[in-house]
């Protein structure tokens, strides 16, 4: 399985980006989605999460100008970003918890990461 992120860019603050998550491969179910990221000299950090049934849940920063939502007939997870700051500039990653259609190792449900995308908000 593989997570391909794509959407990020240069932006002024107050502006917007759309970031996509398309996850592909033997892919049975995708549980959770979750869009991470991590500033330079910072820990990564959960940004948004998005439950197979559409139930999401944000970081307090950014609550209110980003929205998570996905499609679960192509196996993809967006991120709308509003009303964007200096500060949510990073790599933004996405993740997925997938049950593959297939026993692999001994099991059937893995944790995947895309290889991020970068973000940058001008002042």
């Known amino acids: 399985v593989q997570l391909q992120a794509s959407g990020g860019g240069l932006v002024q603050a107050g502006g917007s980006l759309r970031l996509s998550c398309a996850a592909s491969?033997?892919?049975?179910?995708?549980?959770?989605m979750r869009w991470y990221r991590q500033a330079p000299g910072k820990q990564r950090e959960l940004v948004a999460a998005i439950a197979s049934g559409g139930s999401t849940n944000y970081a307090d920063s950014v609550k209110g100008r980003f929205t998570i939502s996905r499609d679960n007939a192509k196996n993809t997870m967006y991120l709308q970003m509003n009303s964007l700051k200096p500060e949510d500039t990073a790599v933004y990653y996405c993740?997925?918890?997938?049950?593959?259609?297939?026993?692999?190792?001994?099991?059937?449900?893995?944790?995947?990461w895309g290889q991020g995308t970068q973000v940058t908000v001008s002042s």
């Open positions: 993740n997925a918890d997938v049950i593959l259609r297939t026993v692999v190792a001994g099991k059937s449900r893995y944790d995947y």
């Open positions: 491969g033997s892919i049975g179910i995708i549980n959770a």
